[in-house]
């Protein structure tokens, strides 16, 4: 609390980039509770609003620089004509969400000192747990948004603890986890009071969760869906001449013993090497990995009748014949990895800078197909994002998660994109399947748990009846309106506590 200058943004750097070491894969709580604690005394010791956003910036400088590194491994896949900016861009992208906490702490000490008897020990982490709540929400949502690692994913180990997000969403999970951290910032009693109220919700979501759903009631008949991870190696995929190579890989894994069975064939995200057109050749040779009266469930870039027409990011879904019953299109592309922002006007100059872009889906939707139930199709980076997966149609019976982590290489990124796949599970109470390229594929159910998965780098299938969705969440119902009732909630307390102090 005593540091100032740049001892204190040194400080910070090291206390943000601690408590990112609290996220998968490394999910060392410890330093999420000292990177908490040194954010509020940080903020505490500042004198103006001006310091404490220069503090808070070199708190999530750090933070998102650990956080964030794997962003440079698509730069160094091959043919990596752009291998150089890949340390730049994960410096810049930290640099811009520095921002965030930075905000949350210059605007928590602007209205202490505007109004200073809101400065006490119990009151400031409230004030400060809604600053950061905010802030954790603007982060993703302004500019396409980017809500990645967000507080309450360090407690990913204890799925009983993570039952929150079914009434506040992710984002509350966050708040509540916040003022848990910083307890000790304000004394050993709410310190005592924090380990209580963990191991309380801890028993409450335990209480909530349903026995292990791995092997559904014999008394319902769940269909049987193979999960295919190809492993094939990002600098390997659109190599020329690998086309039927892996294609047949997939084939052959789609096919293995207990093919008879299955309701569905799911392969991961671009998973067909080609551009799928109407009437493509490839089609016939897709439907042979249709199980018998089911479906294959297909990653393909999808394309129109001409290749100007547009070009998608898409799952397509397949019947025996070979013809397309349903698609969708991803909706929520990443900014420079699918698409350059304004590439239409920018015209050749966006060619130059990257690789060309994708075209933007309709909406998210509910497939539904005969023999098979109804699913919500989320591909890759969509699954970040909070109340966002799931279309305003009626409501799917699982989730299907597609998703090309290869670029990532065997870095903490996967694990970290695996955490926010189980999170969407929780708040909308929907099991999900999930086919990774290279990992990891896994089988999630309603509350979050992994019941069986494929680690990185591993070629192979995955076999497993679909498991129960819960009744519908709050969250599901509701979104984020539930996160605003908690912290007005959080805001009225601290009123209180003033009015009577």
Known sequence: ???????????????????????????????????????????????????????????????????????????????????????????????VLGFFPAAAMAAAKWVVLRWPYLGGRYRRLL???IAWTIAEWLRGHVFTGFSWNPLGHVWILATPLLQGAAVFGVYGLSTLTFLILAAPAAGWRASIAALVVIGGAFAAGLSIMAPDDSVPAAAIAHPIV???????????????????????????????????????????????????????????????????????????????????????????????????????????????????????????????????????GEGHVTLALPGLPAFAPVICYEAIFPGEIVGPQTRPSWIVNITNDAWFGVSSGPYQHLASARLRTIEEGLPMLRAANTGVSAVIDAYGRVLQSLDMEREGIIDHELPSARPPTLYSRWHDWTLLVLLVVIGLVAAVRTRTH
């Open 1 to 95: 609390m005593r540091l100032e200058g740049k001892r204190a943004l040194i400080a910070g750097l090291v206390a943000g980039a601690l408590a990112a070491l609290a996220m998968p894969p490394f999910n060392w709580l410890p330093l999420a509770v000292v990177g908490i604690i040194v954010f509020v005394w940080l903020w505490d010791g500042a004198p103006t609003a001006r310091i404490a956003l220069w503090r808070g910036w070199a708190w999530g400088l750090g933070h998102f620089a650990v956080g964030c590194y794997w962003v440079v491994e698509p730069f160094f896949v091959p043919p990596a004509d752009f291998a150089p900016l890949g340390p730049p861009a994960v410096l810049g992208l930290a640099v």
């Open 127 to 129: 004030l400060l747990a």
């Open 226 to 360: 193979r999960i295919v991870q190809p492993n094939i190696a990002q600098s390997e995929k659109w190599q020329p001449g690998n086309e039927e190579k892996h294609l047949r890989r997939l084939i052959d894994l789609s096919r293995r013993p207990g093919f008879e069975r299955l309701a569905a064939v799911i392969w991961p995200e671009t998973a067909v090497p080609f551009a799928v057109q109407p009437g493509s050749p490839v089609l016939p040779i897709l439907a042979t990995a249709v199980p018998p009266g089911g479906y294959l469930l297909a990653g393909a870039e999808r394309a129109g009748q001409r290749f100007k027409d547009g070009i998608w990011n898409s799952l397509l879904v397949l019947d025996g014949r070979g013809d397309v019953r349903a698609h969708y299109d991803k909706v929520h592309l990443v900014p420079f990895g699918e698409y350059i922002p304004f590439h239409k006007e920018l015209g050749s100059i966006s060619t130059f800078v990257g690789r060309g872009s994708f075209d933007v």
